[in-house]
């Protein structure tokens, strides 16, 4: 990883609020307590399909409408519409708890199939292949949301990984967090570009690596998948 750079092939969207411009979204806005303390799961999957809506016209459904602006920030108002609306629809909170990883590629799916789009979402790959699906996903134009999953077996555990800002090429400790949902928009030097919180944070591969292995699990700590929907050989 460390000689290699993946990035999304378009600038990730950029949300006006009233006192500055994000990077992506952030359940922080949201008028609902339960959102704005368990929401990361549905911002994570609202955010991943709203870039793929806004650049790939397979993935363009009712839900993006006038969400753009003329002068290409998103619609604040019209971004928490969006977010509510994919929380009723498609992806519950759990008070107390949040998003389990595996509702996402469920709530993903049920996405897909209702606006007949050709792709597929899946959870929990091997902790080996968790790198090359990234990989993978970048180059197909597709933010991927990463879990940074409880700590485990005991999850009152106050362990946790770093998240770091870049400041003239270097990377600068900015804050620390454990169950929580991120999107990667790209990967660079060992780090992985994201989106949290409407902000672009770093987060080390090999730190990250090494929180899973003595803190958390791979099968909350992972990510949600998206590749094309394998078609069905027709019988002779």
């Known amino acids: 990883m460390e000689t290699k750079r993946y990035g999304l092939r378009h600038p990730y969207f950029s949300i ?8 992506g979204g952030s359940q922080t806005w949201s008028s609902s307590r339960i ?40 619609s604040y108002p019209r971004y928490e519409r969006y977010l509510m609306k994919m929380r009723r629809r498609y992806l519950s909170v759990i008070p107390g708890f949040g998003v389990p990883g595996f509702f996402l590629p469920l709530a993903m799916n049920r996405y897909f199939r209702h606006y007949r789009i050709d792709l597929r979402a899946s959870w929990c790959v091997r902790t080996g292949k968790i790198l090359p699906r ?26 946790k990984v770093a998240l770091y800002r870049k400041e003239n090429g270097e990377y600068l400790p900015a804050v620390e967090t454990k169950a929580h949902f991120v999107v990667v928009t790209g990967m660079m030097d060992g780090y992985l570009q994201i989106s949290s919180w409407g902000k672009e944070y770093y987060l080390s591969w090999a730190e990250y690596q090494k929180y899973v292995k003595k803190h958390s699990t791979c099968l909350t700590s992972n990510i949600c998948r998206i590749q094309a929907k394998k078609k069905k050989r027709k019988e002779k």
């Open 35 to 74: 959102m704005r303390k368990y929401g990361c799961g549905v911002v994570g999957m609202a955010d991943v399909l709203l870039y793929m809506g806004l650049h790939q016209t397979s993935c363009e459904t009712d839900l993006l409408y006038g969400m753009l602006r003329e002068d290409g920030f998103l």
């Open 16 to 23: 006006k609020t009233q006192t500055d411009h994000s990077f």
């Open 134 to 159: 990234i990989e993978e996903m970048l180059r197909q134009d597709m933010p991927v949301i990463l879990s940074i999953g409880p700590n485990f077996p005991f999850v009152w555990g106050r362990h």
